[in-house]
């Protein structure tokens, strides 16, 4: 597999984190790999009620955020490929003129 096929399997959706925040004991950070933070939610029982009820208007932002990172990793390998494709043509042209 590809580097920016996994990258892309990568990519989390906002239902799937609503729903494990509602049904799985607000397993919503463990879904976007952020283990440490999951267990301080747990650890602090959802923060007293207070963290949880903010978590629900947060969960979209930090969905973005995480899926944000991963295209542009994807942006970042794209350009990469796309500049190793104009080197090979460059290269390709010089020695057609010899």
Do not use: C, D
Not at 2 to 21: D, I, M, N, P, V
């Amino acid at each position: 597999m590809s580097r920016k096929a996994y990258l892309r399997s990568q990519t989390k959706s906002t239902g799937t984190a609503y729903l494990l925040f509602i049904f799985l004991f607000g397993s919503h950070f463990a879904y976007l790999g952020k283990w440490g933070t999951q267990f301080l939610f747990w650890l602090t029982l959802y923060g007293f009620g207070i963290w949880a009820i903010v978590e629900i208007f947060m969960i979209p932002t930090r969905v973005s955020e995480h899926n944000m990172k991963i295209y542009r990793q994807i942006e970042k390998i794209e350009k990469q490929e796309r500049e190793e494709e104009m080197a090979a043509q460059v290269k390709a042209m010089k020695e057609g003129e010899k």
